[in-house]
Nanobody, 124 residues
Framework: QVQLVESGGGLVQAGGSLRLSCAASGRTFSTYVMGWFRQAPGKEREFVAAIRWSGVNTYYTDSVKGRFTISRDNAKNTVYLQMNSLKPEDTAVYYC?????????????????WGQGTQVTVSS
């Protein structure tokens, strides 16, 4: 069983930055694929970024490439999402997710555990 708690969301102006954190419980955190998803009002939950256990392999949706960076610290059981050059269209609730095994990291159905989400609002 893995429990995930996100933090770091808030209100920021366009062009600003935020860093989201996701603290995980569980002894096997380091073996999980970790992902970030987001959901805007009236829209489906969408993939943002993912990172495999080693931290070497990372994945991003096209709209955030070059602006967002996912990283993890297995010693602290924490995964991060550094978000720079934020845009109003980045406004959403951001969710952290964990998966034991993932074939397609972009698919939310592959993830076993989810956090409660943290709100990110980018004003223009």
């Amino acid at each position: 069983q893995v429990q995930l708690v996100e933090s770091g969301g808030g209100l920021v102006q366009a062009g600003g930055s935020l860093r989201l954190s996701c603290a995980a419980s569980g002894r096997t955190f380091s073996t999980y694929v970790m992902g970030w998803f987001r959901q805007a009002p009236g829209k489906e939950r969408e993939f943002v970024a993912a990172i495999r256990w080693s931290g070497v392999n990372t994945y991003y949706t096209d709209s955030v490439k070059g602006r967002f960076t996912i990283s993890r610290d297995n010693a602290k059981n924490t995964v991060y999402l550094q978000m720079n050059s934020l845009k109003p269209e980045d406004t959403a609730v951001y969710y952290c997710a964990a998966a034991r095994e993932v074939g397609v990291v972009e698919s939310r159905y592959q993830y076993d555990y989810w956090g409660q989400g943290t709100q990110v609002t980018v004003s223009s």
